[in-house]
Each structure stands twice: as structure tokens, then as C-alpha cells.
């Protein structure tokens, strides 16, 4: 069983930036694709970035070239480097453990683990 616990959260103006961070205790990261999911009211969560156990990375399109996903396996902490902010980043940011293997962003559905989330808010 993994717990994950997420931090770095805030308010931001337009143009600036902010790293989240995800402490994973109970299990290694390394054993899982990890993964950064956003959500706001009324829609569905949706994914952000993956990471492979290979370093291998994804994104959405709507982040691609502004965010950057990295993990230290060493520590068991996963990261989410988002530079350039826009409102429409606005959102709760859940980090997530998948059991398997992801070449892409994460689908919802393939989450074993949450974090109980950290709130971004750009204005």
C-alpha cells in the first residue's frame, strides 16, 4: 500500500511558477508509473503528467514545454515543476501511483493510489 502526500501548493500570479512535490512512503516510486492529475469543480480529474520508472516522461497538451515532471527514486518523492502559470491551471493537484507501465499520460481509471490533493490558484 502506497501513501502519498502532496505539498507546495499556493497562489501565484500569471507567468510564475511553482513545484509541487509528492513524499510516497510504504512502497518504492520506482515500482510504479507516477503521476500528476489536476481537478476543479464540476469537471473530471484529469491527467497532467506521467513518469516511468525509466525516466521516460508525458504530458498533456496543455501543459507540454511549461511543466516539467521528475522524481528522486532515492528519496521516494515525485515532483511537478510548472513554470509559466495561467488561470486556467487553477486547480486541486493530485499525485497518483499506477501499477503498471504508462507511455503516455495516465488514464484516470488506471490509478491504484491518491494523495489527498494540494490547491494551485493563479490569478
Known amino acids: 500500500h502506497v501513501q502519498l502526500v502532496e505539498s507546495g501548493g499556493g497562489s501565484v500570479q500569471v507567468g510564475g511558477s511553482l513545484t509541487l512535490s509528492c513524499v510516497a512512503s510504504g512502497d518504492t516510486i520506482g515500482r510504479y508509473c507516477m503521476g500528476w492529475f489536476r481537478q476543479i469543480p464540476d469537471r473530471e480529474r484529469e491527467g497532467v503528467a506521467g513518469?516511468?520508472?525509466?525516466?521516460?516522461?508525458s504530458y498533456a497538451d496543455s501543459v507540454k514545454g511549461r511543466f516539467t515532471i521528475s522524481e528522486d527514486s532515492a528519496k521516494n518523492i515525485l515532483y511537478l515543476q510548472m513554470n509559466a502559470l495561467e488561470p486556467e491551471d487553477t486547480a486541486m493537484y493530485y499525485c497518483?501511483?499506477?501499477?503498471?507501465?504508462?507511455?503516455?499520460?495516465?488514464?484516470?481509471?488506471?490509478?491504484?493510489?491518491w494523495g489527498q490533493g494540494t490547491q494551485v490558484t493563479v490569478s
Open positions: 513518469i516511468e520508472s525509466d525516466g521516460s516522461t
Open positions: 497518483a501511483a499506477i501499477p503498471y507501465s504508462c507511455s503516455r499520460v495516465p488514464p484516470l481509471g488506471a490509478v491504484q493510489y
